[in-house]
């Protein structure tokens, strides 16, 4: 079993920076990759950013291409997206998304509010 404790999410303006983290915890050995997801009301759940775990490889979604950073502290085993530039679309629901080589985990997700 996989634990993930997202933080860092609340009410930013247009423009402004966030930076979310993801706490890992349980099996995380098991971990080959993970990544972030976001869900704006009243949308499915889109695709937002990967990394592996061990070589760090990141693959990203053209929406946030040149605004969000995906990185990984392995020592401290967690994850983080690095927002900037943020617009009103940006706004949604974001989570946190550990990749096994049975199973996916999810996290709770953080609320992320793009709003002068």
């Known amino acids: 079993q996989v634990q993930l404790v997202e933080s860092g999410g609340g009410l930013v303006q247009p423009g402004g920076s966030l930076r979310l983290s993801c706490a890992t915890s349980?099996?995380?050995?098991?971990?080959?990759?993970m990544g972030w997801y976001r869900q704006p009301l009243g949308k499915q759940r889109e695709f937002v950013a990967t990394?592996?775990?061990?070589?760090?490889?990141?693959f990203y979604a053209d929406s946030v291409k040149g605004r969000f950073t995906i990185s990984r502290d392995n020592a401290k085993n967690t994850l983080y997206l690095q927002m900037n530039s943020l617009k009103p679309e940006d706004t949604a629901v974001y989570y946190c998304?550990?990749?096994?080589?049975?199973?996916?985990?999810w996290g709770q997700g953080t609320q992320v509010t793009v709003s002068s």
């Open positions: 998304k550990a990749m096994s080589r049975e199973k996916d985990y």
């Open positions: 349980g099996s995380i050995f098991s971990i080959v990759a």
């Open positions: 990394i592996s775990w061990s070589v760090g490889s990141t």
